[in-house]
């Protein structure tokens, strides 16, 4: 048995991942603490698994929404530099005093944390015996590559070009201010200066569980050793009373099209779910399904053809479905892909651009390049997936490439190698304790 402490930063979209693999290690005899919000407290309870809040003041806001096109170069710059400051800056300090906290109750085997929870960065950069960390990509894989535009453009790579510059000036040149910041929040903790690029921060770590295959990821020549392909994280069992009403209805319909805002950033429904419910409306042979996570639609007429749920089983409805249209959440896309359902995409915020630019590399999807599509681009889109068997031929490659991996039995895999020289486990055979 080892000793586990998972670390989520407060996002619906991190913790559910983390949460799953914290759930699987238990039920591997391993013992398991989780540190989140407090209001997924709850859920991490549900599971079995004890949880440590992290601090209010780490709590990360959704951030706003885009209302035009996003993916140029200074628009890209101003809204990456805010959201690297609430999300991956601004909590540093409280999530390393929790962490800290947590690691001196009792001695653990391994961090892991989510990419986004840098709280972790000074504990790795402290003179101190440390035990391992293991950074989990949640996120598209954000490390600098000489082979890939910088994370968070949105901007496919060319073959045979170097990034290298282009990397180095929006490091040293658009985001110095973040990176300033950075050695600030070290500097408090009487660490630092940071040894490199905040994105590139899970180069420090022991291992990078990357949740996905190399398949749905650029081509790198320069991919670290310690980078580990799992495969997507299965999602949660479904909760809930049953499904719907009208779930008959997916076995009749010709077309079946599930529109979703995900999870978080999903306060205004007339981004995308509005809209897509206007496409599709005089569509008689096609069933709309729309899973709004709670929040109110705008006023409008709800279609005949439309079915609308807070939230849907994903193992029953992805089956059924023939094309998905979602805002970009790293997790939902894989889910789709995984059952070879091609995907349109319209997200500008956090890492939407870059889930949306490695959908269209792969052809398993279109990219609509804005949060806020029109009915009529909706349409279009809708129209060209279902009218180019090559989006759901590529789709089904992926998928056949996802449901080959087992996620979980490799990162299971991955910590034994990891425990086997751990401090814990060390003190444990001083003991002559079974671990």
């Not at 569980?209 to 799992?230: C, I, K, N, W």
């Not at 651009?353 to 009529?376: C, H, N, Q, S």
Request: hydrophobic share 45%; with cysteine.
């Amino acid at each position: 048995m080892a000793r586990y402490l998972v670390a989520a930063s407060p996002i619906p979209g991190h913790v559910a991942p983390m949460l799953t693999v914290a759930a699987d290690l238990a039920r591997r005899g391993h013992e398991v603490r989780f540190l989140t919000g407090s209001r997924f407290a709850e859920s991490v309870a549900a599971q079995g698994i004890s949880c440590a809040e992290l601090p209010e003041s780490t709590a990360v806001p959704a951030p706003d929404a885009a209302r035009g096109p996003t993916r140029g170069l200074i628009s890209k710059w101003r809204t990456g530099r805010a959201e690297l400051r609430t999300a991956m800056l601004d909590p540093i300090a409280g999530q390393f005093r929790a962490l800290s906290a947590e690691l001196a109750r009792t001695t653990v085997d391994a961090v892991l944390a989510d990419v986004m929870f840098t709280g972790v960065v000074p504990l790795l950069l402290a003179p101190r015996p440390r035990p391992a960390v293991v950074a989990c990509g949640v996120v598209p894989l954000m490390l600098s590559s000489a082979d890939t535009p910088p994370f968070g453009m949105g901007w496919q790579p060319r073959p045979g070009r170097d990034y290298t510059a282009m990397n180095r000036f929006v490091h040293r040149i658009l985001f110095r201010g973040n990176q300033r910041r950075l050695d600030t929040a070290l500097a408090a903790l009487g660490l630092g200066p940071a040894p490199g690029y905040l994105l590139d921060w899970p180069l420090l770590a022991d291992r990078l569980l990357q949740f996905t295959v190399p398949a749905f990821e650029y081509p790198r020549g320069d991919l670290p050793e310690s980078v580990v392909f799992t495969g997507p994280i299965p999602a949660p069992p479904a909760a809930g009373s049953g499904p719907p009403e009208w779930w008959g209805e997916l076995a009749t319909a010709r077309t079946v099209v599930h529109v979703t805002q995900g999870t978080w950033n999903n306060g205004d429904l007339g981004q995308l779910i509005a809209p897509t419910l206007t496409a599709l409306r005089d569509r008689t042979d096609f069933l709309v399904v729309a899973s709004t996570a709670g929040s109110p639609l705008p006023d409008l007429p709800i279609p005949a053809n439309a079915r609308i749920a807070d939230f849907v089983p994903y193992g029953h409805l992805l089956p059924r479905v023939d094309v998905m249209i979602t805002n970009g959440g790293y997790g939902g896309v894989q889910q789709a892909l995984r059952r070879g359902v091609p995907v349109i995409v319209a997200g500008e915020t956090a890492d939407k651009p870059e889930v949306a630019a490695r959908v269209a590399y792969t052809g398993t999807g279109i990219d609509l390049r804005t949060a806020r599509p029109t009915p009529a681009a909706i349409a279009a889109a809708v129209d060209r997936i279902l009218g180019t068997p090559d989006f759901r031929s590529a789709a089904a490659r992926l998928g056949s490439d996802m449901s080959k991996t087992a996620p979980l039995e490799v990162i299971s895999n991955e910590l034994a190698e990891l425990h086997r020289g751990s401090p814990a486990a060390a003190a444990a055979a001083r003991n002559g304790l079974p671990r």
